[in-house]
């Protein structure tokens, strides 16, 4: 299943989601992206929020989406404004510590697309952790089912995207874990197609088709198992210091109240 020459279609834009205050994570991001899909024939926009960015060989746009803003804008807000700043029908959505390991299946992208664009799939998720079920699989050799109950039916690891599907389920008040826990439970009264590849032929050591482990950035540290042996394997430079690296029996975020937490919740049902 490779494609032919001249058998891509315009219709599919690299959406890199990040801030600016992850600006240190673009050069390894871009650099290992370009080494391991180094003929990437689609566009790239990365989603900043007032800061621009270039990498030799690669077609990368920045959104810029806070310029001329007097206010801080929210997470959500600022991926909502990068979506609608793209004029395909699909993206692939990706994040600036999704940091590459291996080379992209790139023969798969568009026999992907294709069951995206014939109305089998408005959603591919190309890596699925294990607790992400359950799954059925389905007509196409390609695909599975995520289950209309499934936890974590969205999901904000590497997916390919009906552009339309993800904006709709943007709450400005939301950060990214809500939107992946509430907007699970928004998605599970709707018929969107939320599909995985194939888990059989897709998950494990050299058969993913976006090849990273989740994820290079934790609670805004480095995970250093992840990044030291890449970054040193591709002679990266990085001074880890300035992040730090991140202590999973270290209690990194503030939990909200029980109150904030319940007024979270009723915001978020539709």
Excluded at 181 to 201: A, I, T
Excluded at 223 to 229: G, K, Y
Aim: hydrophobic fraction near 35%; charged fraction near 30%.
């Amino acid at each position: 299943m490779h494609l032919q020459a001249g058998s891509v279609k315009p219709d599919l834009t690299i959406f890199v989601n990040t801030s600016d205050n992850f600006e240190d994570c673009w050069d390894p991001f871009f650099k290992l992206f370009k080494h391991f899909w180094n003929d990437c024939p689609y566009p790239i926009v990365l989603n900043t929020e007032t800061k621009d960015y270039h990498f030799d060989g690669l077609n990368i746009s920045c959104s810029k989406v806070s310029v001329g803003e007097s206010r801080k804008l929210s997470w959500s807000e600022c991926l909502a404004r990068g979506l609608d700043s793209i004029n395909t029908p699909y993206i692939l959505y990706l994040q600036e510590d999704y940091f590459l390991e291996a080379p992209v299946r790139r023969e798969f992208i568009e026999p992907l697309l294709e069951e995206m664009r014939d109305n089998i799939a408005d959603v591919i998720r190309l890596l699925e952790l294990d607790t992400a079920g359950p799954w059925t699989p389905s007509s196409s050799q390609l695909l599975w089912i995520v289950d209309q109950k499934a936890k974590y039916r969205l999901s904000l690891q590497a997916s390919l995207w009906r552009k339309s599907v993800l904006r709709s389920q943007i709450r400005f008040h939301e950060n990214p874990w809500q939107l992946e826990s509430y907007g699970s439970s928004r998605s599970r009264r709707l018929k969107e197609k939320v599909c995985c590849v194939n888990r059989d032929e897709f998950i494990g050591q050299g058969k993913e088709v976006f090849p990273y482990k989740p994820t290079g950035v934790v609670a805004g540290q480095w995970e250093r198992h992840i990044v030291e042996p890449l970054f040193e394997l591709h002679g990266i430079a990085m001074d880890f210091s300035k992040r730090g690296f991140h202590d999973k029996n270290q209690r990194t975020r503030k939990r909200r109240s029980f109150f904030l937490r319940v007024i979270d919740r009723i915001r978020s049902i539709y």
